[in-house]
């Protein structure tokens, strides 16, 4: 039945552009006599038009029915700007599941993702010169696929086209949110060489950034051009210690908050030095059952030395403390950044252009731990939050690592250990390499273009410092690990009980694609215009075990193995109905090998009734193909932060056992999942009221059904915090008892459930755009650009109910937990005279209330402070607001100096205290609050 359908619409497809085809044979060999001037007239529209993102048919306008935002390179140079993923993400359409640098503890850590209108990186394609690119080889949240922003040179780049609506129909899946096209230069003539360098006022991330770029011969005096882009660039990490209160430090006592420090033995956290109780096994043998002997108290294992603070707390013992964010996380990673960009374009004859375009970018992130040392006590996937020292060794001698031996006593023990090199942090490196040949011109009265592209990417990842398991239990038994004096361990034994942890994972494209476009009949507004193509392209990714066996301790897991085949057909239908109204139609049906078959129409309309005004709208469905993670063979695990209700806490005595805590969830793939579907249209007008002055507003509505979804995890959890039976399909793990409330209902650790089909999201919005180019006097101009984007609706149904997200610091389980704000605009202004430039440009995002209603189910604040109350009162993350200040000079005839200062006023970021990926921050939009003031400087000179 299945291979029926896809036949059926398969032919009827084909069986429509044929008939098309011919009417518009026939109706050119109709006119082609009547027209002396045809030949003439092509030859004038070949020269007007231009292909713009949205359409396979060359245009005349650059304002077609769908809204697009065009960033020039010149709007680049004076943002200062200095890489492809910093201008994308800059965008104010790009909102919640957008990924940045600076979430280093992330799936996709060492990549940067895009998200526009808030649907995460899966739902944004983003293009090169038109073609897709190979994804990066890690999932975000070890399920969506996506470009890697940082793998695209920027010096190279000529535009960037940002299409703010549906185009699956043009190119097919994940670009129900939009598509970002990134235009390369399509020659280049000379040689041009800059160097920049910049650092921040309060110390860390110190810049410095190469280019050079040369290039020779005319097309159309040569027939041929070729240039080469060499670029280099590094960032110094920044770490918390540089900055202040209360971005260096888990502990918000002071302000009402609670104190997460390390070195707590209530928290399951402690030292490098480590504190005991005396204990007993809960279970025979079994070591990891510890229980502290009733009315005991804890003592530290070792003194308390530098970086500690020695504590005693009435009934708990005395034990030391470390703020371990302060004195080893980073804000941001170090960034290393190599790619080489070469193209030979050559001109066959004055109907026939191509191009070949290869590339290789090498992009290598280098993360410390942001967390501290690894910890003796965790939950996944072996929970040794109770581990004990047994008084005797496997040999049968006193334990010299248990205080209490001489009893007989076992010790429960909290330790970190900080003499493994490295510990906590990992070296990624990625390796893009990309080939792309395209040839188009005429052939007779059609245009076409055909491409191939074939794209290769292999990441190493090293992971440091995570326990291996059976070393721990095997040295806890053997004591071949001195934790009484960790100094005295050899080289050897710190390699065994942290061994690095190392593999590769890649991925792959190979894509043909030939389209075709023609002009057909006389309509009374002008030519009609036909576009056919036709797409063939493999795509694999095959990424091994992160923590093979799931011997290391703390880290979290994730393996896809998974490849399939697309074929597509497509194409495009441009009526222009009047001389103030065009139509355009197109379809796209796409065949997968692994899930079946999907077809795409859209529809678009442009009325013009006045010169200065227009009106514009389009109706599309999209989709999502499932990813390799959700539909090939593969499992993840992930943590997220969690607040138990107010009720477990009451039964637990509001102890120390239901502070906030990580949970890991645990989602595996489902061969028999569907691709997410969605209908959208946008409506808009474009105003001119002089020619150096334009605005635009478009509003926009996305429906999207079937998304694909691990479960809600806050059906199980709320499920059995209110002590009803966890729901069918969900599993559940549990934590230990709690020493202080042994009796009561015990913690979950871990929630986990197959990728289902099950979820529907609803978002509308507004786009504004405002471009003026105005010339006051003396050579001087003002050049203003505003863009803002105003989400109305972001709503989501996780089966009880749509849950408004707009605002709030949800969807929290998704990427890195940034929210959804309302609001996000920029406003640029630059004056110039030719000789110097100066912009400012002001950035904005309005304020997120900290609930989290898809981890909750509510609405309620999701930040409690020490004594269960919201915290901060308000519990909303301010809005923020920030100044760049960028200029160029030009010195002599082939020498610029440019510089700059990001952050002018010094605005420091918003407090978020259930941020997961900043420590109280938000990196993913208030990363420049933190960086601070930052200063920038360069020099360019061309030959």
């Known amino acids: ?338 790619a080489i960009d070469g193209r030979v374009t050559f001109k066959l004859n004055s109907d026939t252009t191509g191009y070949i375009n290869a590339s290789y970018v090498q992009v290598q992130t280098i993360a410390a731990g942001a967390t501290g040392p690894a910890q003796i006590q965790n939950t996944v996937p072996v929970n040794t939050n109770a581990i004990a020292l047994p008084p005797k060794l496997l040999n049968g001698q006193p334990n010299p690592n248990d205080p209490f031996a001489a009893q007989n006593q076992y010790a429960l023990i909290n330790y970190a250990f900080g003499g493994l090199p490295n510990f906590g942090s990992f070296n990624y490196t990625n390796h893009n390499m990309r080939l792309v040949a395209d040839l188009h011109g005429y052939f007779d009265s059609w245009r076409y273009n055909a491409a191939a592209v074939i794209n290769h990417t292999y990441l190493t990842e090293n992971q440091y410092g995570y326990l291996n398991i059976p070393t721990l239990l095997n040295d806890v038994q053997t004591g071949a690990d001195s934790f009484t004096n960790p100094a005295s361990n050899s080289p050897a034994v710190l390699a065994a009980l942290a061994p690095p942890i190392s593999n590769t994972a890649t991925t792959d494209l190979q894509e043909a694609s030939l389209t075709v476009s023609h002009h057909l009949w006389r309509l009374p507004g002008g030519r009609s215009a036909l576009a056919l193509g036709g797409s063939v392209r493999h795509e694999s990714q095959y990424e091994p075990e992160l923590n093979p066996g799931n011997q290391a301790l703390g880290l979290g897991n994730t393996q896809i193995i998974g490849s399939h085949k697309v074929a597509s057909l497509y194409g495009e239908f441009q009526a222009p109905l009047l001389k103030t109204l065009e139509a355009d139609i197109s379809g796209r049906f796409s065949d997968y090998s692994d899930f079946g078959s999907n077809f795409s129409p859209a529809a678009g309309f442009k009325w013009q009734p006045f010169q200065m005004l227009a009106i514009r709208g389009t109706f599309s469905k999209g989709f999502r193909a499932p990813s390799f993670a959700e539909n090939g063979s593969s499992q993840t695990t992930g943590f997220i932060t969690e607040q138990v209700p107010a009720s477990f806490a009451a039964l637990h005595g509001n102890d120390a056992y239901t502070l906030p805590y990580s949970i890991a969830v645990l989602s595996t793939a489902n061969p028999n999942i569907r691709p997410e579907t969605s209908t959208s249209y946008t409506l808009g007008a474009v105003v001119q009221p002089l020619p150096n002055l334009s605005a635009t507003i478009d509003y926009y509505h996305i429906k999207v059904n079937n998304i694909i979804t691990a479960g809600n995890i806050a059906v199980p959890l709320n499920a059995y915090f209110a002590g009803q039976p966890i729901p069918p399909g969900y599993t559940m793990q549990f934590d230990n008892p709690d020493p202080n409330a042994p009796g009561a209902p015990l913690r979950p650790i871990l929630v986990g459930a197959p990728y289902i089909n099950a979820n529907s999201l609803l978002t509308k919005g507004v786009d504004v755009d405002l471009r003026g180019n105005f010339h006051i006097m003396y050579g001087l101009h003002w050049i203003s650009e505003f863009t803002a984007t105003d989400i109305l609706t972001w709503k989501k149904d996780f089966g009880q109910g749509y849950l408004q997200m707009a605002g709030t610091q949800g969807p929290y389980i998704l990427s890195s937990g940034a929210g959804t704000p309302k609001w996000r605009a920029s406003w640029s202004n630059t004056l110039t005279n030719g000789k110097w430039s100066a912009t400012a440009s002001i950035y904005y995002v309005s304020h997120l209330y900290m609930s989290v209603p898809d981890a909750t189910g509510n609405y309620s604040c999701f930040s409690v402070g020490a004594t269960g109350g919201n915290f901060p009162a308000n519990c909303t993350v301010p809005s923020f607001t920030y100044v760049d200040l960028n200029g160029s000079y030009h010195l002599t005839h082939n020498i610029d100096i440019f510089g700059g200062i990001e952050n002018l006023f010094d605005r420091g970021p918003g407090f978020d205290p259930i941020d997961y990926a900043g420590l109280n921050y938000n990196p993913t939009y208030q990363q420049q609050g933190i960086i601070g003031r930052y200063f920038q400087l360069g020099v360019r000179v061309r030959m």
């Open 1 to 338: 039945m299945k291979s029926l359908l896809t036949r059926n619409r398969l032919s009827l497809f084909i069986g429509m552009a044929l008939a098309v085809s011919a009417g518009a044979a026939y109706a050119q060999n109709t006119t082609s006599n009547a027209d002396n001037n045809a030949q003439a007239s092509k030859k004038v529209e070949r020269l007007k038009t231009i292909m713009v993102t949205g359409s396979l048919i060359p245009q005349i306008d650059m304002e077609t029915p769908a809204p697009v935002q065009v960033i020039s390179a010149e709007q680049i140079k004076r943002s200062g700007f200095t890489s492809v993923s910093q201008v994308i993400r800059a965008i104010s359409a790009n909102n919640s599941g957008t990924i940045p640098n600076a979430f280093a503890l992330g799936f996709a850590a060492g990549a940067s993702g895009v998200a526009l209108r808030g649907l995460n990186v899966g739902s944004t394609l983003v293009l090169i010169d038109g073609q897709r690119s190979a994804p990066y080889a890690l999932d975000d949240d070890g399920q969506r696929s996506f470009t890697d922003l940082n793998t695209i040179p920027l010096n190279a780049v000529a535009r960037i086209e940002v299409l703010k609506a549906s185009a699956s129909s043009i190119y097919g899946s994940a670009a129900i949110g939009g598509v970002v096209n990134v235009i390369m230069r399509r020659t280049f003539h000379g040689v041009e060489a800059s160097g920049e360098m910049g650092t921040s006022q309060h110390g860390g991330g110190t810049m410095t950034t190469a280019n050079f770029m040369a290039g020779t011969g005319s097309l159309e005096r040569d027939g041929h051009n070729e240039y080469i882009d060499v670029e280099y660039s590094k960032s110094d990490p920044i770490y918390n210690s540089q900055r202040g209160f209360p971005f260096n430090t888990a502990n918000l006592s002071s302000i009402g908050g609670n104190n997460l420090i390390g070195g707590q033995p209530f928290l399951n956290n402690g030292s490098i030095y480590g504190s005991v109780a005396p204990a007993t096994l809960g279970t025979a043998g079994n070591l990891l059952s510890g229980q502290q002997v009733p009315g005991s108290l804890v003592q530290p294992l070792q003194p308390c030395g530098p970086g500690s603070t020695s504590t005693t707390t009435a009934g708990v013992g005395t034990y030391c403390t470390q703020n371990f964010q302060g004195q080893y996380g980073e804000i941001a990673p170090q960034q290393q950044r190599y």
